[in-house]
């Protein structure tokens, strides 16, 4: 089993979607939990980060972190064609980052 | 605008070749890493280091070297060419700061690296 399961998609929505994505993980250890967004031949930049339990809210973006569950999510509002990109959640146990396992990343298609 | 930079998008070498993929980072961030990714499988660490001249073996180190003689420049070395190492290489960097708010890597565009 890996330590962090992510479903691949491809996930195709029409603009102005609520867009969900998640990641599930197996090592209760995690502290720090990240997403990333990658866009086609360039590399991933950091979109949230969260410490611990909870959720945080930045514009259009939601991250939700479940620890009793081992489960963390995104949610997209008001998804855009911009949006379009490869996301990939990333959780560590670390600071500085020395151990931070990434999921394989779900590819997120938003149709005008 | 705070910047990895990675000598080269594309590469193609021979089987045996030695490879030297470079990364400069401008940010004065203490550590750098070195990730391959591969469909499916993600992004997985193949030597990171937290300080010049340290290294620390990823997941997956076997076939691979690096060097980090300067603060901002982290090499990965591949000492002999195979097919399977075949992937897009990602270097990234980050600070050590706790309760950086910011906490994460900032990564460079990526190499792809193919070898035939």
């Known amino acids: 089993q890996k330590e962090v399961e992510q479903d691949p998609g491809p996930l195709s929505v029409p603009e102005g979607a609520i867009v969900s994505l998640n990641c599930t993980y197996s090592?209760?250890?995690?502290?720090?939990f990240m997403w990333y967004r990658q866009y086609s031949r360039k590399g991933p930049e950091l979109l949230m980060y969260?410490?611990s339990s909870g959720n945080k809210e930045d514009g259009r973006f939601t991250a939700q972190v479940d620890k009793s569950s081992k489960y963390i999510s995104l949610f997209i509002r008001d998804s855009q064609p911009s949006d379009s990109a490869t996301y990939l959640c990333?959780?560590?146990w670390g600071t500085g980052g020395f151990k931070t396992i990434f999921g394989a990343g779900t590819r997120l298609f938003v149709k005008a | 605008d705070v910047k990895v930079t990675q000598s080269s998008r594309y590469l193609v070498k021979r089987t045996g070749e030695k490879v030297f993929l470079e990364c400069v980072q401008d940010?004065?961030?203490?550590?750098m890493f070195w990730y391959r990714q591969d469909p499916g499988l993600g992004l997985r660490l193949i030597y990171f280091s937290y300080d010049v001249k340290m290294k620390e073996k990823g997941d997956i180190p076997e076939g691979y070297s690096v060097s980090r003689e300067k603060k901002e420049r982290f090499s990965l070395i591949l000492e002999s060419a195979s097919t399977n190492q075949t992937s897009m290489y990602l270097c990234a960097s980050s600070n050590n700061l706790l309760g950086q708010l910011n906490y994460g890597y900032t990564f460079g565009s990526g190499t792809r690296l193919t070898v035939v």
């Open positions: 990333a959780m560590s």
């Open positions: 940010m004065d961030h203490e550590n």
């Open positions: 969260t410490y």
């Open positions: 090592n209760s250890a995690f502290q720090y």
